[in-house]
């Protein structure tokens, strides 16, 4: 009954019927408590609603039930790293890294080690994430914001900006991006760029906070 539940969630949000979806697994759950599948497809829908507090929770349960289930530690500390658990998404990626090792694993343990302040540390779980996956525009990128913290601004902006010639754009790149160039005195060569950005990524609010400021 339980992957039948899931099966059918999976249906709902091919059709885009997300509270569908989440009031099946909530009732999986429900019903088998001891499911870590339920739990685990509960979280994945509750991260696509934003609500990673209980996504966390979830996959939190699952953790319980099955630690050593394949790429679970990895999800489990991506989870509290958006939910803002950052100890905790630190000791779940450590456990990753030890059970699977691999970029993606490492890249998760650098944001945690960087949010704690833990820049030294952060910046070998980076290297050692662009080690196992040179070509990964994640770990670059979280090897940039690492720098980047350690005031290591033009060596940060390189990055950023390779990322942005080979075609990798997103918010969080722009927005370090900028942070980098205001660093090395380019402010309004910052300026210019969150004017760009927000024209591309109209609801994202610190786009928009930060070109407001700098009409000022």
């Known amino acids: 009954m339980t992957q039948q539940a899931i099966d059918e969630a999976n249906r709902a949000l091919q059709l885009g019927r997300v509270d569908e979806a989440e009031r099946l697994l909530r009732n999986a759950v429900e019903s088998n408590p001891q499911s870590a599948d339920a739990h685990v497809a509960l979280a994945n829908v509750l991260a696509r609603r934003e609500q990673h507090g209980a996504a966390t929770e979830s996959l939190a349960n699952a953790m319980r039930i ?57 910046l070998a779980a980076a290297e050692e994430a662009l080690r196992l996956a040179p070509d ?8 940039g914001s690492i720098l980047l913290a350690l005031g290591r601004n033009a060596e940060a902006l ?5 990322l942005n010639n080979r075609g990798v754009a997103a918010p969080a790149i722009t ?19 969150y004017t760009e950005a ?19």
């Not at 390189?158 to 390779?162: G, V």
């Open 66 to 122: 099955d630690r050593n289930r394949r790429g679970l530690a990895l999800n489990y500390a991506i989870s509290c790293f958006r939910a803002g658990r950052y100890d905790e998404a630190e000791k779940s990626a450590r456990f990753a890294v030890q059970a699977e090792p691999s970029s993606p694993a490492y890249d998760a343990l650098a944001c945690a080690l960087r949010e704690q302040g833990k820049t030294a540390d952060a």
């Open 175 to 193: 927005m370090n991006r900028g942070a980098a160039l205001e660093k090395l005195g380019r402010a309004g060569e910052a300026a210019r760029l």
């Open 158 to 162: 390189a990055i950023f900006e390779d």
């Open 136 to 143: 990964s525009n994640a770990a670059q990128h979280t090897k």
């Open 198 to 216: 927000t024209a591309l990524w109209p609801n994202f609010p610190e786009l928009q906070r930060q070109r407001g400021l700098r009409r000022h």
